[in-house]
């Protein structure tokens, strides 16, 4: 089955500080990864893909096949990094994306 | 930058009242995606859309739901008789050239179903 697993629902900070925000995926065969940014009364949007391998923001994400994950990193964490990111695959033929629970990450000052 | 625009932004509606959710995707865009997240639940696929016709549509996309593309540029979301359970947020998402290309979300339609 495809899933994509986020297992912290939220993850707090403080400014300075280094993010993982984890990502576990299962799919059978080469997935295409994302992660996807929500600013507070904001639309969906991308930050960044695995095929791309930029960073974003100062946010990096390596795919690691054999541990099956997508974990978003970032060394130094700003408080406009507040925001819910959701990790997703596109699954089958058509595009559409699984995502994952998302994770509400809080940067404190 | 073009954006996805979805329309309205806040939906009420009596139980078993058709609803219809309006999305206009990005011009030039080609394959079209209905989502839906329950409050406090996961971002999860309805159906997606390419060359006028469903090109995979999840279980949850039953015989209540329908989506159409009227004129070229509109993009909808049909409940034929809503429930309670449909009140979420829906988002409406589109993509040009190949499906695995960036898909752009609208601001998303709140829909709630009393």
């Known amino acids: 089955a495809q899933r994509v697993t986020q297992p912290e629902k939220l993850l707090s900070v403080f400014k300075g500080a280094p993010v993982e925000l984890k990502c576990n995926y299962s799919y059978s065969g080469s997935p295409e990864l994302f992660w996807y940014v929500q600013y507070s009364r904001q639309r969906l949007q991308l930050l960044l893909r695995?095929?791309s391998r930029e960073s974003i923001k100062g946010f990096t994400a390596d795919l690691n096949k054999g541990e099956t994950s997508f974990h978003l990193k970032k060394p130094f964490a700003q408080e406009e990094d507040s925001a819910m990111y959701y990790c997703a695959l596109i699954g089958g033929n058509t595009g559409k994306l699984i995502f994952g629970q998302g994770t509400t990450l809080q940067v404190k000052p | 930058e073009p954006e996805v625009t979805q329309t309205p932004s806040h939906q009420v509606t009596q139980m078993g009242q058709e609803v219809i959710l309006r999305c206009v995707p990005i011009?030039?865009?080609?394959?079209f995606y209905w989502y839906r997240q329950i409050l406090g639940q996961k971002v999860e696929f309805l159906v997606s859309?390419?060359?006028?016709?469903?090109?995979?549509k999840s279980e949850i996309f039953d015989d209540q739901f329908s989506v159409e593309r009227p004129d070229g540029s509109n993009f909808t979301l049909k409940i034929r008789s809503t429930k309670l359970e449909d009140s979420a947020m829906y988002f409406c998402?589109?993509?040009?050239?190949?499906?695995?290309?960036?898909?752009?979300f609208g601001a998303g339609t709140r829909l709630s179903v009393l």
């Open positions: 998402a589109s993509t040009s050239g190949t499906i695995k290309n960036i898909q752009y």
């Open positions: 859309f390419y060359n006028n016709e469903i090109s995979e």
């Open positions: 011009s030039n865009h080609l394959y």
């Open positions: 695995h095929i």
